[in-house]
């Protein structure tokens, strides 16, 4: 069996939580691992078509199967996604579910921090990693899964959203699938993949992540349910929190206000629905510049 549905992103707005709670569904199978990265990072990972067709071999006699890769929605670094998955599984449909931007920045941020995939600067990390502008651009990444499959065999969901009401957005997806969506849901207010969960790999176990066909020995190797007892020793807390500058907020803002308008004008949303004003910075971190020079926003 083929995939029928893909949740492509945006990473950190709860989409471990939604493809769990889709997936307590009877009639829908999910991949493990959740995010196969088939479509995006599969050459770079040396990820073979039979590797990723064996992750559904157990998918016989569902009637909906889902890949819940996150990057499949970030086209300014992973372009043709949207093509690959239309020529793989022609009809398909596609779930994306967004999240206020800098919010979700911050929470991108710390989930980086965990891969030591960002530097341990947040306003570093936020003008130098291109994903954590780049996944903000909803209306850009949306738009090129638009050109390719229609309307009708798109979701977008809002973080918000699902907050407010789970099981409202969990059946509302069901309805999307073409399932029954009276079944009974499990605690879908529980959330998934939150901070305190998050611990910064050691470098043991960044060297091991560099070994080509780590991922797959693992999943061959250690069971899953065994895996968190060992991430204690392998790995260590996070001990930083994001912390902005005014600079680097309006830094941001700049370069994804005109993308998130059109995104939310299109999807019903009022202009105003995500705050983008220096109000926001109030009750978070925010770094006072030692001097004028550090208030400066570079180039780029």
Partial sequence: MKPTFFVIGASKSGTSSLCQLVS?????????PKEPEYFSRGKQRGLTLEWYESLF????????AGDGSTNYAVVGLHPGVAERIEAYSPGCRVIYIVRHPPERIESQWIQ???GNEAPSNFVQAVREVREMIEGNLYWKNISAFRRVIPDERILVLFFDDFKVDAEAVIRRCFRFLDLDPDVPLQAPETPRNVRQSKRQSMAVLRALRRIPGYQQLRDALI?????????RFVTHPIPDRPEWDEATFLWVVDRIREDNHRFLEFYGKPADFWSYDLAWLEGRNVRKPASDRDALSPVG
């Avoid at 069971?223 to 991430?231: K, Q, S």
């Fill in 57 to 64: 071999a157990g998918a016989e006699g569902y009637r909906a």
């Fill in 112 to 114: 980086l921090r965990a």
């Fill in 223 to 231: 069971p899953t349910g065994v895996r968190p007892r060992l991430r």
């Fill in 24 to 32: 307590n569904h009877p009639d829908v199978f999910f991949t493990t």
